[in-house]
């Protein structure tokens, strides 16, 4: 069964960093693209980033280019969001994501592309 297990978040001051990993268990991970999705509360969920299956496309939401990295170890079913340079708006309920559907270098900021989800992993900027 496809499971995707966040850990990483917690309280950080602004500027500060955090790095958010997503354990993959019961498919390929190098078969899936990946997606980084955060909700804030009252919020709709946005797209911050993902990666494609072959580690060729990346792409960003404009508010965390140049701050955020998404990356994947295939070998170790896991996938990974660096988080620098963090702002208060950056708070909110951050998950992992995987699909299929896309070719090699394929991936969406879009949260109706993907149909597996972790449960989310809470990241709250503040001093």
């Known amino acids: 069964q496809l499971q995707l297990v966040e850990s990483g978040g917690g309280l950080v001051q602004p500027g500060g960093s955090l790095r958010l990993s997503c354990e993959a268990s019961?498919?390929?991970?190098?078969?899936?693209?990946i997606g980084w999705f955060r909700q804030a509360p009252g919020k709709e969920r946005e797209g911050v980033a993902c990666l494609s299956r072959n580690g060729g496309t990346t792409k960003y939401a404009d508010s965390v280019k140049g701050r955020f990295t998404v990356s994947r170890y295939n070998d170790k079913n896991a996938l990974y969001l660096q988080m620098n340079s963090l702002k208060p708006e950056d708070t909110a309920v951050y998950h992992c994501a995987v699909d299929s559907k896309f070719g090699p270098y394929g991936c969406s900021l879009v949260a109706a592309d993907y149909a597996s989800w972790g449960q989310g992993t809470q990241v709250t900027v503040s001093s």
């Open positions: 019961g498919f390929t991970l190098g078969r899936y693209a």
